[in-house]
């Protein structure tokens, strides 16, 4: 089973940046994404990427995130610019296995105002 672990995320001012990281254990042919779950919302699609390279961004994210994947370190990643204080949430990496979706531990990012 394929494990993933996230690392990058901290506290930051609003307009401010981090990056967030995802590594896989294994070698991973699927899309890879991050999703993201603030208090008392449901989990939502933040970006996702193809192992070609094709991306998709939720609206509100779209000109400030940018979504990348490294295939020979399998590792994705969340550059995350312009921070506002919405984006505050607890950030999930994952992947689509033939076993089914596999989830990150989670990171926390919180965005000051």
């Known amino acids: 089973q394929v494990q993933l672990v996230e690392s990058g995320g901290g506290l930051v001012q609003t307009g401010g940046s981090l990056r967030l990281s995802c590594a896989a254990s294994?070698?991973?042919?699927?899309?890879m994404g991050w999703y993201r779950q603030a208090p008392g919302k449901q989990r939502e699609l933040v970006a996702y990427i193809t192992r070609g390279g094709y991306t998709n961004y939720e609206d509100s994210v779209k000109g400030r995130f940018t979504i990348s994947r490294d295939n020979a370190k399998n590792t994705v990643y969340l550059q995350m610019n312009s921070l506002k204080p919405e984006d505050t949430a607890v950030y999930y990496c994952?992947?689509?296995?033939?076993?089914?979706?596999?989830w990150g531990q989670g990171t926390q990012v919180t965005v000051s105002s």
């Open positions: 294994g070698i991973i042919f699927n899309d």
């Open positions: 994952y992947t689509d296995l033939s076993i089914g979706r596999q």
